[in-house]
């Protein structure tokens, strides 16, 4: 019977190769240069996996030196994936001036409020600080794209195939990192090697969608979009919102009267 | 169970629902620079509200019941409340197409009001719930009712705001298609 460990080993490789192998058709598509962030999210992956490999053979395993590596490289991890979050945004809102000024204000509260929110539970205990900042940063960036996909649909913004693959990726990792972690947080300890395992299975099928988006789908198109005034949005768009009102105002007369008479 | 592994699945789950609801396919795109004044151009439904309510008056089957045509009020209120949903779905047709047009013209915009984009989210999410609750108040079967002069008058009323915000609209949009010197290239269409 295979260990946990050796399993979790093998996982392991199979998301170094896989990484490699993304990274290799981002350079294929010429997709670096026009998804730098992202780019550097990828190599970043695999240098953490390098280095961290590194320090278990150099180091003994339980020690603090290969847990303090293991936690920096994945702060590094966890802030380049943010900046690919943002590098994407950027890709599907800046066409549209208007949403976008108002998008990004939206998108930064709700991650701010969600990342603080799961800091509240930490309870000034430096331990549970991190561990739910890594969580929280993580949930924010689920929450960040939800945000962003709910808002695109709102506006009927056409999101490329390519974008909202990488964005689906993105966010269902951050998801079930935020669910395996809190469900096996009461036993990390005896389920470290299982959790790990999780952990990367997760990640491996992430980098499965990245990598069928970017060798299936062709680099989005940008075309020029009409513009109207900035002055003549504000006179419609208030103008809009009174025949809303009154519209509105003429179905409460439906329903009042209705009130009235039972 | 701790409040903190509560929040972290409650929170997990709700972001992968709504990931699943968001990712599904869109409706059909509004195509802003050929429809938004066309779209504002038809005619528009509100202005039957007055005759709507006089259909539901009391008055309209009181005058068979005492006569004894009681099988001839009820066919003609289940009538009427069929006529009503309809005019319910027309006018709920018009709100939709009025938001698809604030959308198109934010998205063309380079600068959009917050306020007013938030306005008019809690406006439509008000409208489709009234909407929904008084559909559903019609089929389980809307009586007849009286005293409603003064809500007919109000009705006129409201359409007559509706009719001068109409001609604002488009008096404005006529304005703002002259060729300005924002720069930017304007929406040819209008």
């Known amino acids: 019977m295979v260990e946990p460990l050796q399993l979790r080993n093998l996982a392991w490789a199979l998301t170094t190769t896989v990484e490699c192998v993304l990274f290799v058709q981002l350079a294929r598509r010429k997709f670096l240069d026009k998804y730098p962030w992202f780019s550097i999210y990828v190599a970043s992956t695999i240098v953490q996996s390098a280095v961290v490999a590194t320090a278990y053979r150099v180091f003994d395993v339980p020690s603090m030196v290969v847990w303090k590596i293991a936690w920096a490289s994945q702060l590094i991890v966890v802030f380049l994936r943010f900046q690919a979050l943002v590098e994407l945004t950027r890709k599907i809102l800046d066409r549209y001036l208007g949403i976008w000024a108002l998008a990004w204000r939206l998108l930064f509260t709700v991650g701010i409020l969600v990342l603080a929110n799961s800091l509240l539970f930490s309870k000034g205990d430096w331990y549970w600080i991190f561990h739910n900042m890594e969580r929280g940063f993580e949930l924010s960036i689920g929450t960040i794209i939800v945000t962003l996909l709910l808002f695109a649909r709102y506006y009927r913004l056409p999101i490329q195939r390519l974008h909202s693959a990488l964005m689906l990726g993105l966010c269902l990792y951050s998801v079930f990192f935020v669910l395996n972690y809190t469900l096996l947080e009461k036993h990390i300890q005896e389920l470290v090697n299982f959790w790990g395992f999780v952990d990367i299975l997760t990640y491996l099928a992430t980098l499965l969608i990245w990598l069928n988006a970017v060798s299936r789908y062709p680099e989005p198109a940008t075309q020029a979009l009409p513009v109207i005034p900035k002055e003549l949005y504000g006179k419609l768009s208030s103008e809009l919102n009174l025949r809303l009102h009154l519209l509105n105002r003429q179905l409460n007369q439906l329903l009042r009267s209705e009130d009235q008479h039972r | ?190």
């Open chain 2, 1 to 190: 169970m701790s409040a903190s592994l509560l929040f972290f699945i409650f929170f997990a789950l709700v972001v992968l629902s709504l990931l699943l609801w968001a990712s599904r396919p869109a409706k059909h795109q509004f195509a802003p620079d050929a429809d938004v004044f066309e779209a504002l151009s038809q005619s528009r439904h509100c202005y039957h509200f007055h005759q709507i309510m006089q259909a539901l008056r009391p008055e309209d089957t009181e005058y068979l019941r005492e006569i004894g045509q009681a099988p001839l009020v009820r066919a003609l209120r289940l009538q009427r409340r069929g006529v009503a949903l309809i005019y319910l779905d027309c006018l709920q047709k018009e709100f939709e197409t009025l938001l698809e047009i604030s959308r198109a013209l934010a998205v063309m915009s380079p600068e959009v009001i917050a306020m007013e984009e938030m306005e008019r989210w809690r406006l439509s999410v008000a409208f489709a719930a009234h909407c929904a609750f008084l559909k559903w108040k019609l089929r389980l079967g809307l009586q007849p009712f009286s005293g409603f002069t003064l809500l007919s008058d109000m009705a006129i009323n409201i359409a007559r705001q509706l009719e001068a915000a109409t001609t604002r609209i488009a008096e404005t949009a006529v304005r703002g298609s002259e060729p300005s010197a924002t720069g930017h290239e304007n929406i040819a269409g209008l």
